[in-house]
Nanobody, 126 residues
Framework: QVQLVESGGGSVQAGGSLRLSCAAS????????MAWFRQSPGKEREGVAR????????YYADSVKGRFTISQDNAKKTVYLQMNSLKPEDTAMYYC???????????????????WGQGTQVTVSS
């Protein structure tokens, strides 16, 4: 059974930084798509960042490019989201998600994620 556990959320002032962690268990992690999503009350869930664990290729939402960095540690089966220059608009519940990668197309979209963590809250104040 695949299990994802997020940690690292908290409250920070605008301009500050946080690093989120997602520890995975129950699968290989070597050729998976790992992603971070977020959702605020009244807003639709959006993809933030994703990574293909085989090649290390990353993808980002336009709203976080240049500020957020997704990375992986395959030995620990953990994915991270380093968040810098945080803005109040980044306030949301952040979720870790995963799915099997495709050896041909890798992780081409935000769709199809079928394993989800419970979420960790990030609050950015001004």
């Amino acid at each position: 059974q695949v299990q994802l556990v997020e940690s690292g959320g908290g409250s920070v002032q605008a301009g500050g930084s946080l690093r989120l962690s997602c520890a995975a268990s129950g699968y290989t992690f070597s050729s998976d798509c790992m992603a971070w999503f977020r959702q605020s009350p009244g807003k639709e869930r959006e993809g933030v960042a994703r990574i293909y664990t085989n090649s290390g290729e990353t993808y980002y939402a336009d709203s976080v490019k240049g500020r957020f960095t997704i990375s992986q540690d395959n030995a620990k089966k953990t994915v991270y989201l380093q968040m810098n220059s945080l803005k109040p608009e980044d306030t949301a519940m952040y979720y870790c998600a995963s799915k099997k990668g495709d050896p041909w197309v890798w992780c081409p979209s935000w769709l199809g994620y079928n394993n989800w963590g419970q979420g960790t809250q990030v609050t950015v104040s001004s």
